[in-house]
């Protein structure tokens, strides 16, 4: 059985490492792939599940899913389609992504996808906005998860992760408020939430959250600022762990991974949070999404100190 099963698209990454010279670091990306893998990392029993390309990309998550102990008995291969490319692009704004994705193998997926039973043996399914985005099929299948889960009383964890290059605004708000209104643990960025209600107050935009039907848990992400946990009677702020940031691509990702893993090992919200925070902190401090991902006794080190 898994604590975790992570359902979206791995998508392959170059990273600029440096300004001026043309120069891109391979690595790994998908949301949801990063967040799984960082939960493994964490000691969590994890299984992913998505659709590769049959080509060297899809072989490298292969082997780099395996190499992490994620199980990968519900990945697809798929002859006919890509695995997706994403380029990380830094600048004094922080980073930006290109995608290379359209027609991807991922965004292939249909609810048959899931049949394979790995859904039910969790105790959380992981989804995200990334997820809901990419096509309408593989929108449909991220539904047909969360339905799956919930029949299985497994509880469904939604990071927002708006991406508004890969859907039109309106589509994301009317497709996000369904999601989370079956989340029992809701992971919204303050980033994501103003895009999607234009208010950049944390106490509204909760407010905003319970409003459109939220019964979970919500833990709003404030960046450097941490996060506030609000379980629907009360919320608490915790702290966030200052670091001098490389480059903060996939931090919200080990952000869920952590939390879920914590929670799955026993915490209560605030301790989860607690961790989370540091282990996101320390994802940021070299290039990529998946390389500099914290291990156990990184986050307990700093966690103690
Ligand atoms: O959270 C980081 C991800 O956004 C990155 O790894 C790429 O999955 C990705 C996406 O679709 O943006």
Partial sequence: DF????????????????????????GFGGDT??????????GARCAYLTRVGDD??????????????VDTSGVEVDAAAHTGLYFVQHGPDGHAFSYLRRGSAASLMTPASLDGGLIERA???????????????ACD????????????G??????????????????????????????????PSMDDMQHLTGNDDPERTLDWIRDAGATGVVVLKLGKDG???DDGKTRTPVAALRVDAV???????????????????????????????????????????????????????????
Avoid at 33 to 42: C, E, K, L, T, Y
Avoid at 58 to 68: I, K, N, P, S
Avoid at 157 to 178: I, K, Q, Y
Avoid at 270 to 298: C, M, W
């Fill in 56 to 69: 060297a990309f899809g072989a490298q998550f292969m082997a780099l899913w395996r190499d992490e102990g």
């Fill in 227 to 229: 996060s506030i946990i």
């Fill in 247 to 305: 480059d903060a691509t996939g931090a919200g990702d080990c952000f869920a991974g952590s939390l879920l893993a914590r929670r799955c090992q026993g915490d209560d919200w605030a301790d989860a949070v607690r961790y989370a925070n540091v282990a996101a902190a320390l994802s940021t401090l070299g290039y990529g999404a998946v390389d500099p991902l914290p291990r156990a006794e990184q986050v307990l080190a700093k966690l103690r100190g």
């Fill in 154 to 187: 497994v509880q469904v964890s939604l990071d927002s992760n708006l991406r508004l290059r890969l859907w039109p605004l309106d589509r994301a708000r009317a497709v996000l408020r369904e999601a989370l209104c079956h989340a029992d643990l809701f992971l």
């Fill in 3 to 26: 604590d975790i099963v992570a359902l979206g698209e791995p998508l392959v990454e170059l990273n600029q490492t440096s300004q001026d010279q043309r120069q891109y670091l391979q």
């Fill in 123 to 137: 105790r959380f399914l992981h989804v995200s906005g990334i997820s809901l985005a990419i096509s309408t099929s």
């Fill in 33 to 42: 792939s990063n967040a799984v893998i960082a939960a493994a990392r964490q």
């Fill in 141 to 152: 299948t991220v539904f047909a998860a969360i339905a799956r889960a919930r029949a299985a």
